[in-house]
């Protein structure tokens, strides 16, 4: 039976050395490393009911270990498994307060990948956003460049989200229908939400 594309296991195009480590964010007012552990108990307090993040696919965290679970999950897709993906969070330069949580991550469909970002609530409207946005585009192209299977790179953005539309915007994506890849409708919580996934250019 032969496997389906979406299902098949990826060569790993990350070098395992870099897990736990930052990734070099030149010009940038933040750094970014891959997620570790000891970040679940900075993270879970920063999940409102009203900011609760969709890589919980809408159900709201309520332990560190639940965190935690899905970081090793993600080590594992990384690690023993082959996956291009990267979960990563946005610290403070010189402090290492948690900013927030960004990453590329691949959908059901084969060789595309999304984009998640978020900003801690209280950082917002200081540009953090733009700058993850930046650095995970960037990161995406380079991974592109050294044959990681990334042809579609997408950005999901919820119906009402004006803080995601206004980063479509500032990345430069113009607000069309050339650019949007689909439409669709996902529950997120309780709540179904229309969902628009808009194509990024890596070129």
């Known amino acids: 039976m032969r496997q389906h594309p979406e299902d098949m296991d990826v060569d790993p195009v ?3 050395s870099l897990l736990g480590t930052k990734i070099d964010t030149p010009r940038l007012h933040l750094k970014l490393r891959f997620i570790r552990n000891e970040d679940a108990a900075r993270i879970l307090p920063t999940f409102t009911e009203e900011v609760a993040d969709r890589w919980v696919d809408g159900k709201r965290p309520q332990t560190i270990s639940e965190i935690e679970a ?3 999950e993600t080590r594992d897709r990384v690690e023993r498994r082959g996956k291009t993906l990267f979960d990563l969070v946005a610290l403070h330069p010189m402090t290492n307060k ?3 949580r960004c990453g590329i991550f691949p959908t059901k469909r084969a060789n595309e990948y999304k984009i998640t970002l978020w ?12 700058e993850m946005l930046h650095a995970v ?9 050294r044959g990681a299977p990334i042809e579609r790179l997408i950005f999901p953005v919820v119906e009402g989200n004006k803080a995601s539309e206004a980063l479509v915007k500032k ?14 409708t996902e529950m997120e919580g309780e709540e179904r939400k229309t969902v628009t996934h ?6």
């Open 70 to 72: 899905s970081i090793a």
């Open 171 to 184: 990345l430069g994506i113009e607000l069309n229908q050339g650019s949007v890849m689909r439409t669709e």
């Open 137 to 145: 585009v960037r990161l995406a192209k380079e991974q592109k460049a």
């Open 119 to 130: 900003v801690a609530p209280e950082l917002r409207n200081k540009k953090y956003g733009i």
């Open 98 to 100: 948690l900013i927030g």
């Open 198 to 203: 808009y194509l990024v250019p890596l070129e």
């Open 14 to 16: 990350v070098d395992k």
